[in-house]
């Protein structure tokens, strides 16, 4: 038979995307932040499929500019693989990829009301825009990982 090859894309920031972490209040207006995260994006075809996981550790600190306006920013560091199966698994791509040490920046709205404010100990939901820049290596080539994030936040 013949097999049929058709291009795909596998970008980082391209799907949706898990973090869990931890939030340790300095004052009144400025955090630190600690998180790990969860990625994974999979292109698939009939007979073979890529996959690039992603498990980023972040150090993040944030002032509080109003109760609902924070900005942020900070260090990233990311741990992937490209695993394949079917006929793309001698692919040269596969394998673990190194990252450098990124930057983080963010931009986060927290609807609150008057007993969920900054400081308090009542749950915060809000939206963020983040922005992340890093380059992954891999057999001596580098690629950027740069993207941005649009998502949801808790804090509790």
Same mark, same amino acid.
């Given at each position: ?68 306006? !924070?900005?942020?920013? +900070? ?9 394949? *199966?079917?006929? &793309?698994? $001698?692919? #040269? /791509? ?27 100990? !009542?749950?915060?939901? +809000? ?9 992954? *290596?891999?057999? &001596?080539? $580098?690629? #950027? /990982? ?11």
């Amino acid at each position: 038979g013949t097999t049929q090859v058709l291009p795909f894309q596998v970008t980082a920031g391209g799907g949706p995307q898990i973090r869990i972490g931890a939030d340790y209040r300095l004052g009144d207006r400025i955090t630190v932040q600690g998180a790990v995260g969860m990625y994974a994006s999979e292109p698939m075809g009939i007979n073979g499929s890529v996959t690039l996981s992603n498990n980023p550790v972040e150090l993040l600190a944030f002032v509080n500019l109003t109760d609902a306006f !924070r900005v942020g920013g +900070g260090i990233r560091k990311s741990f992937a693989r490209m695993a394949a *199966t079917g006929v &793309a698994e $001698s692919w #040269s /791509g596969t394998g673990y990829y190194d990252s450098n040490v990124g930057s983080v920046a963010e931009l986060q709205y927290l609807f609150a009301s008057d007993e969920a404010k900054p400081g308090r100990s !009542r749950a915060q939901f +809000g939206v963020s825009a983040r922005w992340v820049n890093e380059t992954f *290596t891999h057999n &001596a080539s $580098s690629y #950027s /990982g740069n993207h941005y994030e649009l998502g949801l936040v808790l804090y509790y």
